[in-house]
């Protein structure tokens, strides 16, 4: 289900309490590529902000950092040995939300089962 909008801008303007702050951290900012101290807000799994937020749960982040998920932009998912599903289990343990897997590998060697292998995982 996706999260209500309205919602959400209430809650990205004060109007309404956040689910999670996450207080005292670190916070890498993507636009400046600065490193800011604060507190992140999160509603109904969405990040609202940095600022000033009410939240039903507070987490003291103190000599914490906060980044948004990394993009492995080149991957052959086939050269780690692991099957698409345990590769991501992994790398996402180390901060990657995101890959973009070039499966050339598995398609030279397996063809089009090889293909279809990897996409059902």
């Known amino acids: 289900m996706e ?9 990205a303007r004060g109007q309404v309490p ?3 702050v996450i207080a005292n951290a670190t916070i890498f900012n993507p636009f400046t590529c600065a490193w800011d101290k604060g507190d992140l807000a ?7 902000g940095m600022g000033s937020y009410e939240a039903a749960i507070r987490v003291d ?4 950092y906060v980044i948004p998920g990394l993009i492995d932009s080149h991957v052959h998912i086939e050269s780690s040995l692991l099957i698409p599903t345990e590769y991501a ?3 996402a343990r180390h901060g990657t939300s ?3 897997a ?3 590998e598995i398609a030279n060697v397996a ?3 090889g293909l279809e292998f990897m996409l059902g995982q």
């Open 18 to 20: 956040a689910d999670l």
């Open 61 to 64: 982040a103190t000599g914490k």
């Open 111 to 113: 063809g089009a089962g």
């Open 89 to 91: 289990r992994l790398v």
């Open 42 to 48: 999160i509603k109904d799994g969405i990040v609202l």
């Open 3 to 11: 999260p209500d909008k309205k919602t959400l801008i209430a809650a």
């Open 102 to 104: 070039d499966p050339h």
């Open 98 to 100: 995101t890959v973009i």
